[in-house]
Structures are given as C-alpha cells and as structure tokens.
C-alpha cells in the first residue's frame, strides 16, 4: 500500500513557522500537530508563544495544553502521542501537518528512540548535589570531556539533559551519543515531506527574536509566572521552568536577575536556543530548505506542498 502523505515544518524560534502552517492550512486539507516541548503546558501562553482561543479555533493545535507545569514530558511520549494523532488525522482522510521547533522531537519521530539504561535515582540525586554546588555550567564542562558530541548541542544550563548524558556515562561508561549512533532507525510510515525553515542572515533573526522577546513582556510574561507560581508548585528545577523566557522570568521573581536585565537576558538566551536549533537543523538530511527571509518563500512552500500531495 501506499504510504500515507505527512508534512513537517521545522526551523528555528521567531522564523516563521506559525504564519506559513497557517497559509498551508488556509489552502489544503490538513490538521496541525504541534512539535513544541513548552506549548505542551497548561497555562503557559505568552512565553511559549502559543496561539490564541481565536486562534485555535480556526487553526486547531494538537499537542498543547497537555499537561500542569508540574509535569514533565519526554520525547518517547511524545512520539507516541504525535503517532496516534497523526494516524487519527490519516483515517480522516487529511494530512498531518507537524509544526514545531523542538528539533529533538522531531528525530524522536523520524528515527525512533535510542534503547538507554534506564534512570537511577539515587546516581541523579548525586548529580543534582553536585550541580548544587558546582553549577550546571561546570557539570557541562565535564560532560564535554566524557561525551562531546552531546555537550555540544547542548546548552550550559540544560540541567535535564546534561543529568541525563551524564548518567549515562557514569552508569555505563559509554556516552549517550554512542547509542544514538547505535541506534536502528525506525521510519515512519508515511511518506513525508519536511519543510525547513533557514534564514539566511542571522541578523534578521536576531532581530525578530527580540521584538517577539519584548512584546511578550508587554503582554504580560511576568505576570504570566507570577500566576503560574501562585496557582502551582514549582521550583526551577522543573522542565517547565527552564524553558527560554521563564528560566529568567524565575530569577527575577526570585531575586537572583535585577528586573532590569531581563530584557536583555532573554533576548540572549533565546538567540542562543535559536542557534541550536539551526545547528539541529544541519545535522538533518532530505529537507526542503526554504529562506523565510526571501518574499518567495511561502510562494515555494506552498508549490513543495502541492506537488507533494498531487497524485501520482
């Protein structure tokens, strides 16, 4: 049988991704799937960027509003829940269209999930002392002695995943990437095009994110946290507080970042997100890379999803 059409959109924060799954939406029968490790949280909307109630009503979203803050969320779930959503979508006679830019997730779902050893409980605390006392940036340092294809995409502050690398090693005496380059791929069963969304000078992209940086905190992020810490139990440790824009929001809240250099450290923390996610992106073969800088760009997208769905 023929495989079933399915259409990824991936790029990095601030690039345009949102607007063109919409101008897709608004011309062929699909239904979106987010691919966003932060718009998986309930009542976290202004940080995350995520669309309004007008919005999803016209454009529905799967995969947000998942879970309380006091969650977490792992790649292998969300690989299982983007798999029945997309299967759901199929037997409807649409398409899914996956959009998103948790780069992670999306190799979760093109590959598959490296088989790791299991967490050990009382090696992670051990780890979480030492980040006490160390901090995470010098847990990184060690981390990219012991396994540096992992340090590298990953940034100093990354407690979750630089515990998790760290275990590993330690556990096993390998390092993570060694059983993600052990991995055996398991593809997907569809038949996919993915749409990448590159731009061609950072500059611009900069810029972007710090407009979008700065019209969140006039919408509200700092009362956002304020309201999600009086109505949860949080503390910065938790996946949801980590994420770019509510890692420095917290520290305002909490003493440690004058509220005047918040501006400016979430501007720098999220251009460096956004980096990551490009050099995420590079790594990735048999994409359709499109410049969202070039006015054509959405013009060549939407031609890319026509041929794709066209019959053979």
């Known amino acids: 049988m023929t495989q079933p059409p399915a259409i990824l959109l991936m790029g990095p924060t601030a690039s345009g991704k949102t607007s063109l799954a919409f101008e897709i939406a608004d011309r062929f029968p699909v239904n979106i799937v987010s691919v966003d490790s932060a718009q998986v949280f309930r009542d976290m909307n202004i940080g995350t960027a995520k669309p309004d109630a007008a919005t999803l009503a016209r454009y529905p979203h799967r995969l947000i509003d998942l879970i309380s803050p006091e969650e977490s969320y792992s790649a292998a779930r969300f690989r299982s829940d983007a798999l029945a959503a997309m299967a759901e979508i199929t037997a409807t006679g649409r398409v899914p269209l996956l959009v998103g830019g948790t780069m992670l997730y999306f190799k979760a779902l093109r590959e598959g999930l490296a088989d790791l050893p299991d967490a050990n409980p009382e090696l992670r605390a051990k780890i979480d002392a030492e980040a006490e006392l160390l901090g995470w940036p010098a847990l990184h340092q060690e981390l990219a002695q012991v396994d540096p294809e992992t340090a590298a995409r990953l940034a100093p502050t990354d407690a979750q995943r630089i515990q998790r690398a760290l275990e590993v090693v330690r556990l096993t ?140």
Request: glycine content about 4%; hydrophobic content about 40%; proline content about 6%.
């Open 173 to 312: 005496g390998k390092p993570l990437a060694s059983y993600f380059a052990a991995h055996q791929s398991e593809p997907l069963p569809y038949r996919l095009l993915p749409l990448a969304l590159q731009p061609s000078d950072r500059a611009v992209l900069h810029e972007r994110i710090a407009q979008r940086f700065e019209e969140m905190l006039d919408a509200g992020l700092v009362r956002e946290v304020e309201a999600l810490r009086a109505k949860y139990q949080l503390n910065a440790d938790l996946p949801s507080m980590r994420c770019v824009g509510y890692r420095q929001t917290w520290e305002v809240l909490e003493g440690l970042l004058p509220r005047d250099e918040l501006r400016d450290r979430g501007i720098f923390a999220t251009r460096q997100f956004a980096k990551r996610q490009i050099t995420w992106l590079r790594s990735m073969s048999d994409l359709v890379t499109l410049d969202p800088l070039d006015s054509g760009a959405t013009a060549q997208a939407l031609k890319a999803v026509e041929d794709f769905l066209q019959p053979d």
